[in-house]
């Protein structure tokens, strides 16, 4: 993605400056939406084990493990050079609500509302 | 292992000849094994999700799943040129009565005993 003055999104990232109330708002903000999306895969991996009947469930249910481990490992990546686009993402998936970002500057918002309508 | 006229015990393994009969013996006595495994598998699992409400405990249970699985389709391998190791094993970890094999020639038993001591 490229900004009209074409500097790219990363560097526009990595410019930014992050107050210390800023980076009090990112922190809660991320951190409550790894803590819903951390509870719903437990309960989706319940609900799972709940079914399984046979030792090939079980294998499957591996494999979903891994993935969404993996998801989950790549798509929190708290460092404030990439955080615009992890809010974008976590706005477009609804797991975060604009609400929750009230109180980063403008600067932040607008990027964070580009990249979660992108 | 090595016999006491010298040859090793997987040219010993390699050379037995397996009847139709004794074929069918194998078979059965190692199907029920692995499907008692796999039973005892699902149980453990099944018990060990319900306990897990954290999303570090899905993660240990990745592991676990990941070696169960590696160690059942290590230990239950069925070709013939290593089934008397696989039989001992299955005997030693009382997983297979010496019953369930009757009908073995005595030069098989005898080897599957000697690996089940070993």
Chains 1, 2 share one sequence.
Do not use: C
Request: aromatic share 10%; glycine share 4%.
């Amino acid at each position: 993605m490229a900004t009209a003055a074409g500097t790219d999104i990363y560097t526009i990232m990595r410019n930014l400056r992050w107050s210390a109330t800023e980076k009090s708002i990112a922190r809660k903000a991320f951190e409550d939406a790894l803590e819903t999306e951390l509870q719903s895969t437990v309960a989706e991996f319940k609900s799972r084990a709940g079914r399984a009947k046979h030792a090939s469930e079980l294998w499957e249910i591996e494999v979903w493990l891994a993935e969404r481990r993996k998801e989950i490992n790549e798509k929190y990546d708290y460092r404030y050079s990439v955080l615009p686009m992890v809010f974008g993402r976590l706005i477009n998936e609804d797991r975060i609500q604009e609400d929750q970002l009230r109180g980063l500057r403008t600067d932040k918002l607008e990027l964070i509302r580009r990249i979660a309508a992108f």
